[in-house]
T-cell receptor
């Protein structure tokens, strides 16, 4: 079954509001990656987290890796219409990349 | 530098037909994989390979075969297509422990 769960499945926000998606794994991960998929496109890599408790920022995006290396979050501050898409986390308990179910973000202008 | 190339982009099959989805990468990546994407299910791993001559099953391998005779190519074979295999298929590759590079996808419909 699905080893990496992601919530929420859908999120609608007004432009300027914040957005957070959460990723939880049933097993300890060696690293976690985040991807963004625009409608009709393919997933594109955003960032990789490796260390327990790691926090990384990319402009308005903040990524966290949990202390136990089993969960992660992506937070977007002051969303813009360009943030529209589906955000996936992907964890590696071994050689395989397991993707979360994704969070589809809609930004209402 | 083409990256990851998938063909075809679209395909319609009848139940019981077989076909091969092609995937090629020119980045000398050891790791290659196939995913299927269905609404509400995210990306589910079908098969993967960590190098030429090595393949392994992912989460949903039934009904699919793969081979990795070269570093560059990783074809996915549907042996006898079923309507449940209607999906969008993505091939992805990477260096080990590095981010995945995805192809543009193949939209498959089985009637």
């Amino acid at each position: 079954g699905q080893q990496v769960m992601q919530i929420p499945q859908y999120q609608h926000v007004q432009e300027g509001e914040d957005f957070t998606t959460y990723c939880n794994s049933s097993t300890t991960l060696s690293n976690i990656q985040w991807y963004k998929q625009r409608p009709g496109g393919h997933p594109v890599f955003l960032i990789q987290l490796v260390k327990s408790g790691e926090v990384k920022k990319q402009k308005r995006l903040t990524f966290q890796f949990g202390e136990a290396k089993k969960n992660s979050s992506l937070h977007i501050t002051a969303t813009q219409t360009t943030d529209v898409g589906t955000y996936f986390c992907a964890g590696r308990p071994g050689n395989q990349f397991y993707f979360g179910t994704g969070t589809s973000l809609t930004v209402i202008p | 530098n083409a990256g990851v190339t998938q063909t075809p982009k679209f395909q319609v099959l009848k139940t019981g037909q077989s076909m091969t989805l092609q995937c090629a990468q020119d980045m000398n990546h050891e790791y290659m994989s196939w995913y299927r994407q269905d609404p509400g299910m995210g990306l589910r791993l079908i098969h993967y390979s960590v190098g030429a001559g090595i393949t392994d099953q992912g989460e949903v391998p039934n009904g699919y075969n793969v081979s990795r005779s070269t570093t560059e190519d990783f074809p996915l074979r549907l042996l006898s297509a079923a309507p449940s295999q209607t999906s969008v298929y993505f091939c992805a590759s990477s260096l080990l422990d590095s981010p995945l590079h995805f192809g543009n996808g193949t939209r498959l419909t089985v009637t």
